[in-house]
């Protein structure tokens, strides 16, 4: 059995999302002990890891949601899990355009800096100059 500070250390969870995770469902609830204490089992340990891993891929929760019930039917196709790695490796693809073409207007505005004073400043003239700027769903991909 292992306690949920055992689980936070071995996965690099804090405690709190761990809670989180349970709350909403993505973790089992904990057995408790006589006095409260949550207990975990290896299992636990286990699912939490493949949540983390999955949050540092970039999946959503609810895609994350997705994966681990399949993860919990091994008869199910593999497909499904395929379909959300590939619309989660588009939504990557796409924010790596984004943020390209955020580099290369800051590379730009960088460039044309001349030092002297805000007056002159090419870097303030560029971000007020409203008609070349990128929206703002353009830029964080909202």
């Given at each position: 059995?292992?306690?949920?500070?055992?689980?936070?250390?071995?996965?690099?969870?804090?405690?709190?999302?761990?809670?989180?995770?349970?709350q909403i469902g993505l973790m089992n609830e904990a057995g408790?002990?006589?006095?409260?204490?949550?207990?975990?089992?290896?299992?636990?340990l286990d699912r939490l890891a493949f949540i983390r891993h999955?949050?540092?891929?970039?999946?959503?929760?609810?895609?994350?949601?997705?994966?681990?019930?399949?993860?919990?039917?091994?008869?199910?196709?593999?497909?499904?899990?395929?379909?959300?790695?590939?619309?989660?490796?588009?939504?990557?693809e796409q924010r790596i355009k984004r943020l390209q073409a955020?580099?290369?207007?800051?590379?730009?505005?960088?460039?044309?800096?001349?030092?002297?004073?805000?007056?002159?400043?090419?870097?303030?003239?560029?971000?007020?100059?409203?008609?070349?700027?990128?929206?703002?769903?353009?830029?964080?991909?909202?």
């Amino acid at each position: 059995m292992l306690t949920i500070g055992t689980l936070s250390r071995k996965t690099g969870t804090k405690v709190q999302t761990i809670r989180y995770y349970e709350q909403i469902g993505l973790m089992n609830e904990a057995g408790r002990t006589a006095g409260g204490q949550r207990r975990y089992f290896e299992k636990d340990l286990d699912r939490l890891a493949f949540i983390r891993h999955a949050r540092q891929l970039g999946f959503a929760l609810d895609a994350i949601r997705e994966l681990l019930d399949l993860s919990d039917h091994p008869s199910h196709s593999c497909a499904e899990a395929d379909s959300i790695a590939r619309r989660q490796l588009l939504q990557v693809e796409q924010r790596i355009k984004r943020l390209q073409a955020l580099k290369k207007e800051l590379k730009r505005m960088v460039a044309e800096c001349e030092g002297g004073n805000a007056a002159e400043c090419k870097v303030l003239e560029v971000l007020r100059d409203h008609s070349e700027c990128l929206t703002e769903h353009d830029a964080i991909g909202a």
